[in-house]
């Protein structure tokens, strides 16, 4: 008899699981990597696509520069490049030709109102035909 109380008072299941600390505080670390790790990814996007809209518009400049080689114009030149579409690119980014002369000519990229891209500090990027480019801040280009 002694034997079997003794050996049920050593014998103690054991219990699985987390406490609620243990659970507090993975949730907090989770939030603090996300509010880390969101903005970051977001901005990485932003940027990604600033990326190609610049690439976009110097394809756009280079059709303009052979179509001027060809034509000694600008005008009617009209570029219809694949860089605008690709990429959900057209859903962030409008490309449009403006001061299209006989010697002159400027493509924008401006920002579609609504779209992820509106919130960018860049603003709207631009290339004339002199190679200058324009944005809201310098260090975009």
Request: aromatic share 8%; proline share 2%.
């Amino acid at each position: 008899m002694k034997l079997m109380m003794k050996l049920s008072s050593t014998h103690k299941t054991s219990q699985f699981g987390f406490t609620l600390i243990e659970v507090m505080i993975v949730v907090v670390v989770i939030g603090i990597l996300s509010a880390i790790a969101i903005p970051a990814y977001q901005q990485h996007i932003m940027r990604t696509y600033r990326d190609s809209a610049k690439a976009c518009l110097t394809q756009h400049a280079q059709f303009m520069e052979r179509y001027y080689s060809t034509n000694l114009t600008y005008v009617a030149a009209a570029p219809t490049l694949g860089c605008t579409t690709e990429s959900n690119m057209d859903s962030r980014y409008t490309f449009a030709l403006s001061n299209v002369a006989r010697a002159t000519y400027t493509v924008t990229a401006a920002r579609v109102d609504g779209s992820p891209q509106a919130n960018d500090t860049c603003g709207d990027l631009g290339l004339t035909h002199t190679g200058a480019k324009t944005a809201a801040n310098a260090t975009c280009w």
